[in-house]
């Protein structure tokens, strides 16, 4: 069973703007962090953003720093990820995934299918 789901991506033009939410409510989370990744085909997954779920804490990797806000609602048990300024690199399938805060690069869980974002130049 997958453990949460991803939503929101779509067809979008440079410059636009596009939220993706996570539904993490059939899980439970105290201590953990979740994250965000992307990965076009034949490429690795790339952390894109990650937030600590007890307290807040985010990171974010430096290619989306200004432009991408992860965040998350304890009352919804939803993770999203607010992104503004899409440029046509940030193309992708977006997936989140549980992660240890202290290093969110490596995902713990298996991917789910993710959410096709696609930015038109």
């Known amino acids: 069973q997958v453990q949460w789901t991803e939503s929101g991506g779509g067809l979008v033009q440079a410059g636009g703007s596009l939220r993706l939410s996570c539904d993490v409510s059939r899980s439970s989370f105290s201590r953990d962090a979740m994250a965000w990744f992307r990965q076009v085909p034949g490429k690795t997954h790339e952390l894109v953003a990650a937030?600590?779920?007890?307290?807040?804490?985010?990171k974010y990797a430096d290619s989306v720093k200004g432009r991408f806000t992860i965040d998350r609602d304890n009352v919804k048990k939803t993770v999203y990820l607010q992104m503004d300024s899409l440029r046509s690199e940030d193309t992708a399938r977006y997936y989140c995934n549980r992660v240890l805060w202290g290093y969110p690069a490596r995902a713990l869980n298996a991917w789910g299918q993710g959410t096709l974002v696609t930015v038109s130049s």
């Open positions: 937030i600590n779920w007890s307290e807040g804490l985010t």
